[in-house]
């Protein structure tokens, strides 16, 4: 299994550059980076070229072309062509909160052929989740008709793994990053 931090969004709402934006003195992706590294030996960043991507110590950084369309499909495709045949365990840059734990649980129930997605409550939540080789046509296909993640998730039919919602959260405005960059100083610390 290779770890990928997905950074291809655009970030409109975060000002751009969202994988890059800094919470608790560290880029938003280095925490993802940190959680898919407990669970994998390889882990990779894939965004669009040329868009800020931080440079993150011991971790790949996969290019994704073309620049359109935006969606996290075409990041996990892109992730899957380039993972050699392995499944690929995917977490958003812009989810810090997501931790070694949380990953471990979804790497934990993976079933031959079969996506396993993170979920709170009744909602999926597939910007955490472990795709196998066999999901790269449905998310091609599903990217390019521009399907919403969770129903495209969704078509899969995945092992759904109940996560806290409080590791989950994303981090899309400037209000959003402020709150979490005190909680991440926060909790950094207690520890």
Partial sequence: M????????AG???GGGKAGREAAGRPLAAYAADALAAVAETV?????????LPDLSGVERWDDEPREPRHPAVGIVHALDR?????VLVCAADMPFVGAGECAAIAEAASPGRAVVASAGDVLEPL???YPPAAL??????ALRGA????LAAELDPLPVELPSRALRSVNTESALRL????????????
């Fill in 180 to 191: 979490a960059d005190g909680e991440l100083r926060q909790l950094r610390s207690i520890t």
């Fill in 137 to 142: 046509g449905a998310l091609h296909d599903g």
């Fill in 2 to 9: 290779v770890g990928v931090i997905l950074a291809g969004g």
């Fill in 83 to 87: 993972a050699g045949g392995e499944p």
């Fill in 12 to 14: 409109r709402r975060l």
């Fill in 44 to 52: 990779a960043i894939v965004g669009k070229s040329g868009e800020g």
């Fill in 128 to 130: 955490l989740g472990l």
């Fill in 148 to 151: 919403p993640m969770r129903a």
